[in-house]
Each structure stands twice: as structure tokens, then as C-alpha cells.
């Protein structure tokens, strides 16, 4: 046996051939994602999705494009809420809008957009700061559920009361029920906050970057990448942005000891805030 050889469990063999046949079929690459976190949804979804081993699985995912997209659900947890976060949001206003404000026209990319709970903070924060109108927001996702779901701009009443003290605590300026219509036993948020997004698919494994932009935000993402696609999503991140453009991550991601560290600076380091660093001469 070679030297360098590691035993895997069965288990883990299932997996790493699923993830690959998933890369194969249908071009999704969850091959550099965090293996621990990846184990416990692959055992979730098997549960849930009623096959009797991961290889079952496999099968059923290979043969059915149905059964992949049900799949893709727990791999890519669509969980998030409107101003996550509040101190992220209160930092941005602080921080970054009033430089933002000096650019004749904004380019914002939201990576990993989930149901959409993000971008759609963003552009409530763009809005009471007066930029809304010349800026360009790109929201993306590899979920197409999840894109399908953020852009009808629809969400529990329930939900919305949570969003509601995110807002407050975010440093909202207005009361929060302007911005939705309470329709079809839920709230359907206002139709100019909807067209101002453009919801697209994006993989961070795989994609090249598509467009040059002043701020991307991509929060509680890299948590369940590895090192390897840590760096390459932010080697994206750093190729978009223009001249001392902005990068914010989530609370618990940080810049530090990866391959970019040296390339931003922060701005609000406990609100994961960063600037691109000048290139040097």
C-alpha cells in the first residue's frame, strides 16, 4: 500500500463520488467545500429525501434532474433574513455609502443571494440613502429554487416581524411596512425594490467574474467552502472591484490567513468590512 495512501470509510467514498457525479452531470462543484459540514447535509439529505445510502442517492440524482434539484436544497442551505446582522448595515452606512455616494454610478454584486433576504436589505439601504436610482444591483446564486423564490420578493408575515427589528437596529430611517404590501397570506415587497436587482446564477466554484463593481458583499458563504475555494471566491471578489472598492463577509469570516490578507485593508473589522488595497507601483 502506498506510502501516502489514506483509508476513507465507505461513507466517505459515497460521498466523494456523489459530489463528483454531481460536478459531472449537471456542472455544480461542491468538491472544495468544508467536509464536515458537507457529511452532515449529505446524511440530512439522505434522510429526508428517503434513500437508503448515499449511493442510493447518487442513483437517483444521476437519473433525475428532480431529484438533484431537491438535492440542492440541503446542500446549499437558502437560509438568511433581512439585515442580518444589523451592525453590518449600520457599519455600511457609516462607512462605505459615503464613499460609494462619490461614484457617478454604482456597480454592487451579492454573492450568494439565497431567497434574496440580502440584496433586497441592500437596496432598502440604497434607497434611504439616495443611490438606489444609479446603481447597479447583481444578486447570484447556484440555486435556481432560491433565485426563482428572491426574485417574487415574497415572505412570511411572520418572518417580516423579524426583519422589522433588523431594520430598526440597522439604523432605519423609515418604518419598515412601506416597503411591503401584506398579499396573498404573506408580504410582497415594493415592485421598485424588485426591479432594481438582477438575480442571476453564479458559481463561486466554478464561474469567472462577469462585471467590474465598487462593493460585493458575500456573507455566511466562505464558512463552508475549504481553504482552496475560500481563496478562489475571493480572488473574484478582488478582480471585480475597482480602484479601493469595498468587501463585506459575515460575522464569522475573516480575511485573515488567506491567500488575499495582504490585498485589503480593513474598514470596520469586527462588521467584517474591507477596502482593496492600492496596487502597488
Known amino acids: 500500500m502506498p506510502e ?3 483509508t476513507l470509510s465507505v461513507t466517505d467514498i459515497e460521498i466523494r463520488l456523489l459530489v463528483q457525479a454531481v460536478y459531472l452531470r449537471y456542472g455544480h462543484d461542491f468538491r472544495d467545500y468544508a467536509q464536515a459540514s458537507l457529511k452532515r447535509r449529505m446524511f440530512q439529505a439522505r ?5 437508503p ?3 442510493a442517492l447518487q442513483e437517483r440524482v444521476l437519473h433525475d434532474p428532480q431529484e438533484f434539484a ?9 437560509v438568511s433574513e433581512m439585515f442580518r446582522d444589523p451592525g ?18 454604482l456597480k454592487i454584486w451579492v454573492a450568494g443571494c439565497s431567497t434574496g433576504e440580502e440584496p433586497y436589505s441592500l437596496a432598502i439601504l440604497l434607497h434611504e440613502e439616495g443611490l438606489l436610482e444609479r446603481t447597479i444591483l447583481y444578486a447570484t446564486d447556484i ?3 432560491s433565485l426563482e423564490k428572491a426574485k417574487q420578493g415574497i415572505f412570511t408575515l411572520d418572518a417580516m416581524q423579524g426583519f422589522t427589528r433588523n431594520y430598526q437596529a440597522s439604523g432605519g430611517q423609515r418604518s419598515f411596512s412601506d416597503y411591503y404590501t401584506a398579499a396573498y397570506g404573506g408580504a410582497v415587497l415594493d415592485k421598485r425594490l424588485r426591479d432594481a436587482i438582477t438575480f442571476a446564477d453564479h458559481s463561486l466554484a466554478t464561474d469567472a467574474v462577469f462585471s ?3 462593493f460585493v458583499s458575500c456573507r455566511n458563504v466562505l464558512i463552508y467552502f475549504n481553504r482552496n475555494l475560500q481563496d478562489r471566491a475571493l480572488g473574484l471578489f478582488h478582480e471585480s472591484l475597482t480602484h479601493r472598492g469595498f468587501l463585506g463577509l459575515g460575522s464569522k469570516e475573516t480575511l485573515d490567513f488567506s491567500a488575499y490578507a ?3 485593508e480593513p474598514v470596520s473589522r469586527p462588521d467584517r468590512l474591507y477596502r482593496r488595497k492600492p496596487e502597488a507601483a
Request: cysteine-free.
Open 53 to 55: 445510502s448515499i449511493s
Open 143 to 145: 440555486n435556481h429554487a
Open 212 to 214: 467590474e463593481t465598487q
Open 70 to 78: 431537491q438535492l440542492l436544497q440541503y446542500l446549499t442551505v437558502p
Open 4 to 6: 501516502d495512501h489514506v
Open 88 to 105: 453590518y448595515f449600520l457599519a455600511l452606512r457609516r462607512h462605505v455609502l459615503p464613499v460609494l455616494r462619490t461614484y457617478a454610478s
Open 47 to 51: 434522510q429526508r429525501m428517503g434513500a
Open 262 to 264: 495582504d490585498r485589503f
